[in-house]
C-alpha cells in the first residue's frame, strides 16, 4: 500500500529537488488509476465543467459539482494527497463564504488541501482559511475563472510589469499563509525565479520547470477533443481507443457475433423442465 504524503513529503522533496508529478482526476476509476501509477498528489479541478460535464468554461460549476467530484475521488485513491479547487463565487464574496467552503471541502470530501485562484486580491481569503487550519494552494497566471479579465486563455508574465506583478502575486500568497503555489502559463524564466524566491512547493502546469508538474488528464491521455494547450504532452490517444471500440461493439451486436456463449449465464436445470415451465405462458 502506497504511504499518503504530507506536507512535510513536498516541502522535503522541495528541498532535496525531487520533481511532484501530478494529475487532475475527477472520478472513482482515474483516481484510482493515478494512485496504481504513484502519483504524489491529485487535483480535483474545477476544468471537471470542461472536460467532463461540456461546458465552455469552469465557471458555471458549483461547490455541488466539486464535493460530489472529490468523494469520489478519494473513495479511488485514500492513499493519495489531494487539492479540492474551489469553484467560481465559493470564495470570492468574503472571508467568511471562504472559510465555510473551504471547510466542506475537507468535512464532506475529505481532501487534504484546496486551491483558490488570484494573488493579492485573494491574500484575505488564504488568511482565513488557513487559520481556520485548512491547507492552502494559491494559483497564479493564467487563473481560468478570469478569462474574461484576461481576454481568454493566454499565458501570462511575458512581459517585465506582467511578471513583475506575478511575483508580487506569488509573495503574497506565501505571506497569507498558504503552503503551495501553482503557476499557469507562464515563461519559465519567471516561474523559475518565483519557486527560488518562495520557501513553499511551486508547482508549473504549462510554466516550465519548478518543483513539479500538473497535467490535466484528459488532455495528457486525449480523452478532450474541443483542444490541447502548446504545453500538453499526449502520453496515450484514449479517444480513439474508445471510437474504435465503440464501432467493433456496434458491429458485432448489429451482425450477431456478440455476444456469445461465453457471455452468457447457462441454466442450471435440464432443458426439459424449462420447455414445460414455458408451455405455461402459452
Ligand atoms: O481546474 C483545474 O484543473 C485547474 C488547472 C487548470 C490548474 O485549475
Redesign the pocket.
Known sequence: MVKKKTIKDFMRMKKEGEQVAWV?AYDYPMASFAEQAGMDMI?V???LGMVVLGYSG?NPVTMEDCISHCQAVRRGAPNTFIVG?MPFMSYQKSDEDAVANAGRFIKEAGVDCI?LEGGMRVASRIKAITDAGIMVMG?IGLT?QSTGQLGGFKAQGRDVNSARNLIRDALAIQEAGAQML?I?AVPPEVTGFIAKKLEIPVYS?GAGSCDGQ?L?CSDMLGLFQAFTPKFVKKYANLSQIIINAFKEYISEVKSGVFPADEHMYHIQEPEEEFERMFKEFK
Request: aromatic fraction near 0%.
Open positions: 487532475t487535483l479541478g474545477d476544468s469552469t479547487d486551491k494559483h481560468p501553482l499557469e502546469i500538473l490535466i
